[in-house]
């Protein structure tokens, strides 16, 4: 069964600090996919990245980063110079296909971490 | 381009009353699901379709919640009857079919039943 952890349940920074959101996965297929979503005060769910187990090229997009490690399962979340709009639940998620032609399928979300920036 | 539409945003009933949350998918998308968020629970899935057929639904909580989608432009989950302890924030999502897409959400309804 696949299952996604995010150990860190809160996390409080000051506006310019730099910020990682952990995330860990478990799946026993070799073909998955890793997304991140952002949950503003205002609770709409936003769409940050996917990225598919075979790219284990790290992204940049501005200030946000991934990093993802199939040798630790990992998928971290890194945001650079952080502002307080940046305050939001980050959720990390993961989709695994659950027959061949991947038309079945299920996205399991972490638990979330609640980042809150500071001004 | 529009987004995935939600409606009624918020929704207050009393228990034992019928609620009906209504969604519009992305244009084009060929996969709907439904998803409850609660403190406890986190984000859950409840039901999902592709092509308007439901593929699983082994996360509706019991007999009382149900989800159609008579076409590709529209979805209904109805709550009858409804209580308490259904209090959540329900969300829809579509997607193109497959695990590697992106699910997109609407805004969700807050549902609050006392």
């Known amino acids: 069964a696949q299952k996604v952890t995010q150990a860190q349940t809160e996390i409080s920074v000051v506006e310019k600090e730099d910020v990682t959101l952990d995330c860990v996965y478990e799946t026993r297929d070799t073909t998955y996919y890793l997304f991140w979503y952002k949950q503003p005060p205002s609770g709409e769910l936003v769409f940050l990245i996917r990225?598919?187990?075979?790219?284990?090229q790290n992204e940049i997009s501005g200030r946000y980063s991934w990093n993802f490690q199939k040798s630790t399962s990992s998928f971290n979340f890194t945001i650079t110079a952080s502002q307080v709009v940046d305050s939001a639940v980050y959720f990390c998620?993961?989709?695994?296909?659950?027959?061949?032609?991947?038309?079945?399928?299920?996205?399991?979300f972490g638990k979330g971490t609640l980042l809150t920036v500071n001004p | 381009d529009a987004g995935v539409i939600q409606s009624p945003r918020h929704e207050v009933t009393e228990m034992g009353q019928e609620v009906t949350l209504r969604c519009k998918p992305i244009s084009g998308h060929n996969s709907l699901f439904w998803y409850r968020q609660t403190m406890m629970r986190g984000l859950e899935l409840l039901i999902y379709?592709?092509?308007?057929?439901?593929?699983?639904d082994s996360g509706m909580p019991e007999d009382r919640f149900s989800a159609k989608m008579p076409n590709a432009s529209f979805s209904t989950l109805k709550i009858q009857p409804s209580e308490p302890r259904d209090s959540a924030v329900y969300f829809c999502?579509?997607?193109?079919?497959?695990?590697?897409?992106?699910?997109?959400f609407g805004p969700g309804t807050r549902l609050t039943v006392t």
């Open positions: 999502a579509s997607s193109l079919i497959e695990a590697r897409y992106e699910q997109y």
């Open positions: 998620a993961l989709s695994e296909a659950s027959n061949s032609g991947g038309s079945n399928y299920k996205l399991t």
């Open positions: 990225r598919n187990s075979f790219d284990e």
């Open positions: 379709f592709n092509n308007n057929v439901p593929i699983d």
